[in-house]
């Protein structure tokens, strides 16, 4: 709250856009005891605009406390606008008196003024990750079965070998009780019949 007789420079009544979330209260009681009858208003210019654009504030007037809500048009632009506070006694529908303090600078912040929904293309958050583990899950799975298959490759190239090796005579292949397949290696070279 404010009073009359000691009102700052500069005031910031928002952001761009904010309607009926400020409330800017003013304790109007020093100048209502030289005019009691006086009705308080608050003229302003809004940033960007021009004198001839000053406008009487929505207000209220209630035990001496002068009430603006600042709504969206107050709001309507970014920038340093200006307010002053008048008090005006009427006689006979003629204004007979006039009070006027110190012009106020009005402030209003930039904000982001328009909004759209959530584009589809986005994903929350928790989406996203749950599809990064999906994934992960995914390349493990593959990783594990390459090696899987490339392990059976050496075992057939083992086999393989050893077929070979068995054919040439320097092994033996044999399959014991438990069913291990069992290479025995001999150091006799075996002659072939053509030799003798």
């Keep these: 709250m404010y009073y009359i007789d000691k009102m700052p420079n500069v005031i910031t009544i928002g952001r761009v856009g904010e309607n009926n979330f400020r409330t800017l209260q003013i304790d109007m009681t020093e100048w209502m005891k030289d005019m009691p009858n006086g009705t308080p208003s608050i003229v302003v210019i809004r940033p960007e605009d021009t004198e001839d654009d000053a406008y009487i504030a929505a207000t209220t007037f209630v035990n001496n406390i002068l009430t603006w809500v600042i709504n969206a048009s107050d709001t309507a632009n970014t920038g340093t606008g200006t307010m002053q506070v008048w008090l005006e006694e009427v006689n006979d529908g003629a204004i007979t008196r006039r009070g006027k303090n110190a012009i106020v600078a009005i402030r209003i912040y930039e904000s982001i003024t328009n909004r759209k929904s959530t584009p589809s293309q986005q994903q929350p958050w928790m989406d996203q990750?749950?599809?990064?583990?999906?994934?992960?899950?995914?390349?493990?799975?593959?990783?594990q079965t390459a090696q899987a298959a490339a392990e059976a490759a050496q075992e057939a190239a083992e086999i393989a070998a050893g077929i070979a090796i068995t054919q040439a005579g320097q092994i033996n292949l044999y399959i014991d009780e438990d069913g291990h397949l069992i290479f025995a290696y001999t150091d006799q070279v075996p002659v072939n019949e053509e030799d003798e």
């Design 129 to 143: 990750m749950t599809s990064l583990k999906s994934q992960t899950v995914v390349a493990s799975a593959a990783a």
